[in-house]
């Protein structure tokens, strides 16, 4: 079994710096419609998920590496391979009706976690977009969560 590379309590910290660079890129990235802060390291293009928040009811906005599958996009739970899922993890479990904003183009999704058999069909196209997920799955012992988004006609925008 593999050794968790973090801790619960180095997360826990990193997660408030994280949380604000976040809020901050998500901010950027929603007013500029995507022409500002749109790549993550400067090389993976982003794209905005919009949220409600479980216990809030605020809208969250998280921003997160593009990942498209049939040009619907897919949410992954990585957190960088931490042993804890992020926060959006659980607003979208609990509500999965969600937003998410590509360039200036925003669409609203249910969002409904892979199963096994999706989640291992699916890997290889999501590495395909960014290959640090492989490194992030063998980082921790906690099964890295996918979701694949449908999109829903005739909605309100969350945002």
Not at 25 to 46: E, T
Not at 99 to 122: D, F, T
Request: net charge positive; with cysteine; glycine share 4%.
């Amino acid at each position: 079994m593999t050794k968790e590379a973090f801790t619960k309590q180095q997360v826990k910290r990193g997660k408030k710096v994280l949380r604000l660079v976040s809020s901050i890129n998500a901010f950027i990235y929603r007013v500029s419609n995507g022409r500002l802060w749109s790549k993550w390291a400067g090389k993976y293009p982003i794209m905005v998920l919009s949220t409600m928040g479980r216990k809030t009811k605020k809208i969250r906005h998280i921003p997160l590496i593009k990942v498209l599958y049939k040009n619907q996009p897919l949410l992954v739970a990585s957190m960088g391979g931490a042993p804890i899922h992020p926060s959006w993890f659980f607003n979208v479990q609990n509500n999965p009706n969600i937003e998410v904003q590509i360039g200036s183009e925003k669409k609203n999704y249910q969002a409904i976690r892979a199963s096994e058999e999706e989640k291992e069909s699916l890997w290889p196209t999501i590495c395909s977009f960014y290959s640090d997920y492989q490194v992030y799955q063998e980082r921790t012992q906690r099964n890295i969560p996918v979701f694949i988004c449908t999109p829903i006609e005739n909605e309100t925008p969350q945002s």
